[in-house]
């Protein structure tokens, strides 16, 4: 009767074991999720700034020598990514491509100019850095004019600023929710325990021994719950990924692996603050209060 009673709790005791990793590994896995996307959120935005064209109109007189050795010169400056010389013959297809093939019918001569197209380093790509560049730009004496989309610039930054915003709060909640949940879970699991933990107090066990099995169980659940929800962060990432090139360019894989470490350390920091927080507690409490 006594083994098969044994049996039954130590069944229990890994059931219980077992939810507790299971529910830390999914908390885990959300927290490490919006850490991803908030870490490549840089890499992002980046993106998106560096894949925005300014166009250099040049004046009427300027050849096309001339032109090549402007862009050749323009893509010399530390601040621009790519230059591209754009013919006129070039800049009459693309206008066909938004106009219609008639649209020069009109004029007895092209009036599409040559022009160069520019993307600038995402650090310059703000409304006042722009600025400093369109004016350096029209001091050249080829130059007759500089256009980008100022009103998507202001909205790019603005969005970007909100969304870091958001996503900062989101971890922050995530953090507190996360451990709220684990440490429930662990409460859960030791509380399960707490006759163990009031015999050994009452045999002058001090708290540090009586913590001390708790706590490598505490470090053993955090490491195994971080590398489950490590594990499902990466599979889920390499689905996402895959056959995008540009998810894959934009994902950097060395803020996933500090992601990651940081979630198994997070894991066994939790687990470890938890189990001491209610060891302290449960050793401590009257014989009476066991029952409840």
Same mark, same amino acid.
């Given at each position: 009767?006594?083994?098969?009673?044994?049996?039954?709790?130590?069944?229990?005791?890994?059931?219980?074991?077992?939810?507790?990793?299971?529910?830390?590994?999914?908390?885990?896995?959300?927290?490490?999720?919006?850490?991803?996307?908030?870490?490549?959120?840089?890499?992002?935005?980046?993106?998106?700034?560096? +894949?925005?064209?300014?166009?250099?109109?040049?004046?009427?007189?300027?050849?096309?020598?001339?032109?090549?050795?402007? @862009?050749?010169?323009?893509?010399?400056? &530390?601040?621009?990514?790519?230059?591209?010389?754009?013919?006129?013959?070039?800049?009459?297809?693309?206008?066909?491509?938004?106009?219609?093939?008639?649209?020069?019918?009109?004029?007895?001569?092209?009036? /599409? &100019?040559?022009?160069?197209?520019?993307?600038?380093? =995402?650090?310059?790509?703000? &409304?006042?850095?722009?600025?400093?560049?369109?004016?350096?730009?029209?001091?050249?004496?080829?130059?007759?004019?500089?256009?980008?989309?100022?009103?998507?610039?202001?909205?790019?930054?603005? +969005?970007?600023?909100?969304?870091? !915003?958001? !996503?900062?709060?989101? /971890?922050?909640?995530?953090? /507190?929710?996360?451990?709220?949940?684990?440490? +429930?879970?662990?409460?859960? +699991?030791?509380?399960?325990?707490?006759?163990?933990?009031?015999?050994?107090?009452?045999?002058?066990?001090?708290?540090?021994?009586?913590?001390? &099995?708790?706590?490598?169980?505490?470090?053993?659940? =955090?490491?195994?719950?971080?590398?489950?929800?490590?594990?499902?962060?990466?599979?889920?990432?390499?689905?996402?990924?895959?056959?995008?090139?540009? !998810?894959?360019? !934009?994902?950097?894989?060395?803020?996933?692996?500090?992601?990651? @470490?940081?979630?198994?350390?997070?894991?066994?920091?939790?687990?470890?603050?938890?189990?001491?927080?209610?060891?302290?507690?449960?050793?401590?409490?009257?014989?009476?209060?066991?029952?409840?």
């Amino acid at each position: 009767m006594k083994s098969k009673g044994k049996n039954i709790v130590h069944k229990r005791l890994i059931r219980s074991y077992v939810t507790s990793v299971i529910s830390i590994s999914l908390v885990l896995l959300l927290v490490a999720g919006v850490a991803v996307f908030a870490a490549n959120a840089g890499s992002v935005a980046r993106w998106f700034k560096e +894949n925005m064209a300014v166009s250099v109109l040049l004046k009427q007189s300027v050849s096309e020598k001339e032109g090549r050795a402007l @862009a050749d010169e323009l893509a010399a400056r &530390p601040d621009v990514k790519e230059s591209r010389f754009i013919s006129k013959e070039e800049g009459a297809e693309e206008m066909k491509g938004l106009l219609g093939d008639d649209f020069l019918s009109v004029f007895e001569s092209s009036p /599409i &100019p040559i022009s160069i197209e520019l993307k600038l380093d =995402g650090g310059v790509v703000t &409304p006042d850095s722009l600025s400093v560049v369109k004016e350096q730009l029209l001091q050249h004496r080829f130059v007759e004019e500089v256009v980008y989309q100022e009103t998507l610039v202001e909205t790019l930054n603005s +969005n970007l600023r909100r969304i870091s !915003l958001i !996503l900062g709060i989101a /971890i922050v909640l995530l953090l /507190i929710i996360s451990f709220a949940l684990i440490g +429930n879970t662990v409460r859960l +699991n030791i509380y399960a325990r707490r006759f163990t933990i009031h015999t050994m107090s009452l045999v002058g066990a001090k708290r540090s021994f009586i913590a001390r &099995p708790f706590v490598w169980h505490a470090v053993i659940q =955090g490491v195994v719950s971080g590398l489950i929800a490590c594990g499902l962060l990466y599979g889920l990432l390499k689905l996402l990924t895959r056959g995008s090139d540009l !998810l894959t360019r !934009l994902l950097d894989m060395r803020i996933v692996w500090g992601v990651m @470490a940081g979630t198994v350390v997070l894991g066994v920091i939790i687990c470890i603050l938890s189990t001491l927080a209610v060891v302290s507690r449960v050793a401590y409490i009257s014989k009476d209060d066991l029952y409840y």
